[in-house]
T-cell receptor, first 110, second 114 residues
Framework: GESVGLHLPTLSVQEGDNSIINCAYSNSASDYFIWYKQESGKGPQFIIDIRSNMDKRQGQRVTVLLNKTVKHLSLQIAATQPGDSAVYFCAEVTANQFYFGTGTSLTVIP | DGGITQSPKYLFRKEGQNVTLSCEQN?????MYWYRQDPGQGLRLIYYSQIVNDFQKGDIAEGYSVSREKKESFPLTVTSAQKNPTAFYLCASTVTGTGDEKLFFGSGTQLSVL
C-alpha cells in the first residue's frame, strides 16, 4: 500500500495475473477519489474515479473498491500487461483540493 | 486536440538565476495547479489558481511565483530564493463547480541545477 516516505512501495506481478494496489486515505470527508497512472518521465494519466457514495466502480480491465469504514481504496487491474508497468497513486478530493499518496511502483514480469 | 502543454521538457538553471516554466491549456478549465514531484514522494502543491487574476499559495510556495493573466496560461517562475529547485514540475487543470473535478496533467518539466 501507499505510505509517506522516500521509498515507493513496489509490486511485481506476472503478465496475465491480476494486480491489486492499495491506498489508505485520511480525510473521511473526502467526496471523490481518483486513481492515476504515471509512466517514467511523463505526467500522470487519469485511470478511474469513484464518488464517496459508491463502493465499487468498474472500467476497462480496472476496478476501484472503496471501503469508507477503514478509509481504504484499492485498484484492481485484471490480466496485467507489460504496458501496465508504472507508478500508480491515488488522490482524494475535497472542495477542489487534491491530496496525493506517494504511489506504488508496479512492475509486470513478461 | 485539447490538452495541457508544458514547456520546456528539460530546463537547466544556473546559480542565482530565475527560470520560468510554461503551462498552457485549451480545455477551457477555470482552475490550474502547479505541483512539484521529487523521487519517491507524492505530489506537493506549489500554487493554484481558481480564476483569472487570482492565485493561492500551496504547501511549498516559498521560492516560487506565478501569474494568471489569461485563463489558458499559468506560468511558474522558480526564483533564486528556491535553494533546492531540482525536481519534476507538473502543471494540471480542472473544471470547477461540476462535482466532477479530475485533474488533467501536462507532461512535466524536469528542472536541474547546473
Amino acid at each position: 500500500g501507499e505510505s509517506v516516505g522516500l521509498h515507493l512501495p513496489t509490486l511485481s506481478v506476472q503478465e496475465g495475473d491480476n494486480s491489486i494496489i492499495n491506498c489508505a486515505y485520511s480525510n473521511s470527508a473526502s467526496d471523490y477519489f481518483i486513481w492515476y497512472k504515471q509512466e517514467s518521465g511523463k505526467g500522470p494519466q487519469f485511470i478511474i474515479d469513484i464518488r464517496s457514495n459508491m463502493d465499487k466502480r468498474q472500467g476497462q480491465r480496472v476496478t476501484v473498491l472503496l471501503n469508507k469504514t477503514v478509509k481504504h481504496l484499492s485498484l484492481q487491474i485484471a490480466a496485467t500487461q507489460p504496458g501496465d508497468s508504472a507508478v500508480y497513486f491515488c488522490a482524494e478530493v475535497t472542495a477542489n483540493q487534491f491530496y496525493f499518496g506517494t504511489g506504488t511502483s508496479l512492475t509486470v514480469i513478461p | 486536440d485539447g490538452g495541457i502543454t508544458q514547456s520546456p521538457k528539460y530546463l537547466f538553471r544556473k546559480e542565482g538565476q530565475n527560470v520560468t516554466l510554461s503551462c498552457e491549456q485549451n480545455l477551457n478549465h477555470d482552475a490550474m495547479y502547479w505541483y512539484r514531484q521529487d523521487p519517491g514522494q507524492g505530489l506537493r502543491l506549489i500554487y493554484y489558481s481558481q480564476i483569472v487574476n487570482d492565485f493561492q499559495k500551496g504547501d511549498i510556495a516559498e521560492g516560487y511565483s506565478v501569474s494568471r493573466e489569461k485563463k489558458e496560461s499559468f506560468p511558474l517562475t522558480v526564483t533564486s530564493a528556491q535553494k533546492n529547485p531540482t525536481a519534476f514540475y507538473l502543471c494540471a487543470s480542472t473544471v470547477t463547480g461540476t462535482g466532477d473535478e479530475k485533474l488533467f496533467f501536462g507532461s512535466g518539466t524536469q528542472l536541474s541545477v547546473l
